[in-house]
Every structure is written in structure tokens, then in C-alpha cells.
Antibody, heavy 118, light 111 residues
Framework: QVQLQESGPGLVKPSETLSLTCSVS????????WSWIRQPAGKGLEWIGR???????TYNPSFESRVTMSLDTSKNQLSLRLTSVTAADTAVYYC????????????WGQGTMVTVSS | DIVMTQTPLSLSVTPGQPASISCKSS???????????LYWYLQKPGQPPQLLIY???NRFSGVPDRFSGSGSGTDFTLKISRVEAEDVGVYYC????????FGQGTKVEIK
């Protein structure tokens, strides 16, 4: 079955760029749509954006100016870049499958913790 | 932005008893395609969220039938007919008619 695994630096300095990768196994990234969601410690869930098989994306307006999502079909991975980070971006970041059939996140990665601190 | 409001924010339930969580959206979640884009997730301690219910009332694969969803327009409910110990965690509703937004979460614990 499809499995997702997030990876990336656990510590990012303020004003720098957060870059994460989500590796997809058991299926092709070209078969579905994908989303990134984050969760600050002890808080709720916040959707960051969705990337389509065409490579185009829809972003939460709250992140629009800072976020870029992309697909690497050769590696079966999706990526997230968030620029100009602050302490408020400290969170667990999840990737999730976001299929058009249900329009919901039906498979999630385990998440990766990112701390923004100097 | 569509705001999702859940009540209550916490719930303590005796095993075997029912539980109910309400979710209200600031705008109708009924799309012109006839579908209603309301979902329920459970986040168990230390785990990512898992999909329970999609499109208001459809149980996702493997979800026990003690979970049920109902509602329409802007008012929705998740019901657990008989709470079990494994049902503890935080329940979130989510809309996807316009971007995606989650409710604040309802923490369910066992008495």
C-alpha cells in the first residue's frame, strides 16, 4: 500500500528557507494529488497547500507569498519550500495523499518536526 | 475564509457510552456538484491524523461502524455509538469546498 515519509532538516534559522521532502512508496506520485499540512506542538492542523499531477499547485492564502511545492517524478517525491521562516513556523510537517475521488487526506506520513531557531 | 467551529473542545466519556461532536462551518459546504465537502479525522496520541468519515457520512476503509457522521449545509455531527478505549485522541472536522480548513479539535478521553 502507499506509504509516505517526510524528511528534512530539523532545525532552520530564522529568515532562512525550510525545505522538506516527502518520499512516496507503494504507488506513483503521478497517480494522485498531494498536500502538506502542519501542526505546531499542542495545537491544531493547518493546511499549507496541494500539488497536482500536472505540477501546478493551490496554496493556502496565508502561505501564498512564501511557499513552493514541486514534484520529482524520477524519485517519486514531492517537496515543500517555505521561505523567510520565523519561530511561528515551528511545527510538525506532514505530507498526505489528497485524491480527487474523496478530496480528503486519506494517507498521511508520520510527520517531521521542524524547529525555527538561531 | 471558511471557519470551522467544533463543540465541545473536550469530552470525557465512560466506555460503552455514546459521544457526539458538533462541527459548524461559517459557509455552506454543499457544492454545486451536489457533494458536501465535510470530513472527520481522529489523531491518536503521537500519531498523524487518520481519516474517519468523508463527504459527511461515508466511513473510510477499516473504520468501525460505531462511528457515524451526519449533517448538511453548515451543521454536522460525528457520533460514536459506544466509545472504546482506542477511540481516545483529538477529533477534527475539515472542509475542502474552499481550500481546506480544520476545526480546533475535540479532545476525547476515557473516564
Amino acid at each position: 500500500q502507499v506509504q509516505l515519509q517526510e524528511s528534512g532538516p530539523g532545525l532552520v534559522k530564522p529568515s532562512e528557507t525550510l525545505s522538506l521532502t516527502c518520499s512516496v512508496s507503494g504507488g506513483s506520485i503521478m497517480s494522485d494529488f498531494w498536500s502538506w499540512i502542519r501542526q505546531p506542538a499542542g495545537k491544531g492542523l493547518e493546511w499549507i497547500g496541494r500539488i497536482y499531477t500536472s505540477g501546478s499547485s493551490t496554496y493556502n492564502p496565508s502561505f501564498e507569498s512564501r511557499v513552493t511545492m514541486s514534484l520529482d517524478t524520477s524519485k517519486n517525491q514531492l517537496s515543500l519550500r517555505l521561505t523567510s521562516v520565523t519561530a511561528a513556523d515551528t511545527a510538525v510537517y506532514y505530507c498526505a495523499r489528497d485524491p480527487v475521488q474523496t478530496n480528503a487526506f486519506d494517507i498521511w506520513g508520520q510527520g517531521t518536526m521542524v524547529t525555527v531557531s538561531s | 475564509d471558511i471557519v470551522m467551529t467544533q463543540t465541545p473542545l473536550s469530552l470525557s466519556v465512560t466506555p460503552g457510552q455514546p459521544a457526539s461532536i458538533s462541527c459548524k462551518s461559517s459557509q455552506s459546504l454543499l457544492h454545486s456538484d451536489g457533494k458536501t465537502y465535510l470530513y472527520w479525522y481522529l489523531q491518536k496520541p503521537g500519531q498523524p491524523p487518520q481519516l474517519l468519515i468523508y463527504a459527511v457520512s461515508n466511513r473510510f476503509s477499516g473504520v468501525p461502524d460505531r462511528f457515524s457522521g451526519s449533517g448538511s449545509g453548515t451543521d454536522f455531527t460525528l457520533k460514536i455509538s459506544r466509545v472504546e478505549a482506542e477511540d481516545v485522541g483529538v477529533y477534527y472536522c475539515m472542509q475542502s469546498i474552499q481550500f481546506r480548513t480544520f476545526g480546533q479539535g475535540t479532545k476525547v478521553e476515557i473516564k
